[in-house]
């Protein structure tokens, strides 16, 4: 199947470092990140979990969960987690999903829909399963996006990306370019100007008649 923004979220039952989960239960009311790694004991995808592992305090200010999964069973992420935490200075300290027979990689249209689960496989049989997926607790996914093995993921764009979206939800307003929170926001067009004098009575500006801004709401 093919993933778009504004679907739902294919749900799954599978075995994680801390147990069996249903990722729809498991996302509750939260937020979800899901990233996803073509093999254990790579190098790259080394530094991206450890980094992750630094961040999530900082997901979890934001209502949001987060989970790794990688094309190999369980067993071997237990192992891998060690060289994480001695290398990058964190323990991995949210869930890792097994999936050695390729079952959530295929429901994400990670990788061929025909590509086979059968071991041994190495990372490059795998490549295209660097993605994040930025899902919202009414499990639509919200944001996407697909980083290739050599080139190391931006997980502090993700939390931007994040504060973005939830901006968006809460308020109903855009980011322009490079927006970090505290900037100035875009009222949407479809907002008219009588309606954005309601929403916002402190006042915006009106750079030309698709583009107002305004600041921030709390």
Not at 144 to 155: E, Q, W
Not at 156 to 179: C, M, S, Y
Not at 192 to 214: C, I, W
């Amino acid at each position: 199947m093919t993933i778009r923004i504004g679907e739902e979220a294919p749900d799954f039952t599978a075995e994680t470092t801390e147990g069996q989960i249903k990722f729809h239960e498991w996302i509750g009311d939260s937020w979800a990140i899901l990233f996803s790694h073509p093999k254990d004991f790579t190098p790259v995808c080394t530094t991206e979990l450890g980094y992750m592992a630094g961040l999530k305090s900082e997901f979890e200010k934001r209502n949001t969960k987060i989970i790794g999964l990688s094309i190999d069973p369980v067993s071997d992420h237990e192992k891998w987690v060690g060289d994480i935490e001695e290398t990058q200075g964190h323990a991995v300290n949210y869930p890792m999903i097994g999936d050695p027979d390729l079952i959530v990689a295929k429901l994400y249209d990670m990788i061929h829909p025909n590509a086979s689960g059968a071991a041994p496989r190495t990372a490059a049989d795998n490549a295209t399963i660097r993605s994040v997926f930025l899902i919202g607790p009414d499990k639509k996914v919200k944001a996407m996006f697909v980083y290739p093995m050599s080139a190391g993921r931006n997980f502090d764009e993700v939390l931007r990306l994040l504060d973005a979206l939830q901006i968006n939800a809460k308020h109903g307003v855009a980011t322009p370019v490079n927006w970090r929170p505290g900037d100035d926001v875009i009222i949407p067009t479809s907002v008219s100007d009588e309606d954005a004098k309601k929403k916002f009575p402190q006042g915006f500006k009106t750079l030309k008649p698709y583009l107002r801004v305004v600041a921030q709401p709390k």
